[in-house]
């Protein structure tokens, strides 16, 4: 299970921090990464982070401003979101997929409901 918190609405230049608390299957190596979409728009790929060694992905308009990080004390993955935009704005899912990492959407098992971001 996942469950996101930390969005909210923040003007142009701000941070926010997404959390992302895992449950279950801990013991387990995973790919979890961070997607977000718009109304009417593709889900878009954000960041990944393999979770047994950190390693980390990110889509080339996040890099330098996002950073994904795990506490694994905590079971929990954060986005750490700077110099946000305008078109930052969306709906933030944390999703987690066993095994391979992957932007495909469409592969990852688990999802958790969403967290909206508004910069204005």
């Known amino acids: 299970q996942l469950v996101e918190s930390g969005g909210g609405s923040v003007e142009a230049g701000g941070s926010l921090r997404l959390s992302c608390a895992a449950s279950g299957h801990a013991d387990s190596a995973y790919c979890i990464a961070w997607f977000r979409q718009t109304p009417g728009k593709a889900r878009e790929g954000v960041a990944i982070i393999y979770t047994r060694d950190s390693s980390t992905i990110y889509a080339d308009s996040m890099k330098g401003r996002f950073t994904i990080s795990q506490d694994n004390a905590k079971n929990t993955l954060y986005l750490q979101m700077n110099s946000l935009k305008p078109e930052d704005t969306a709906m933030y899912y944390c999703?987690?997929?066993?095994?391979?990492?992957?932007?495909?959407?469409?592969?990852?098992?688990?999802w958790g409901q969403g967290t909206q971001v508004t910069v204005s």
């Open positions: 999703a987690a997929v066993r095994g391979a990492c992957t932007w495909n959407s469409a592969l990852y098992n688990y």
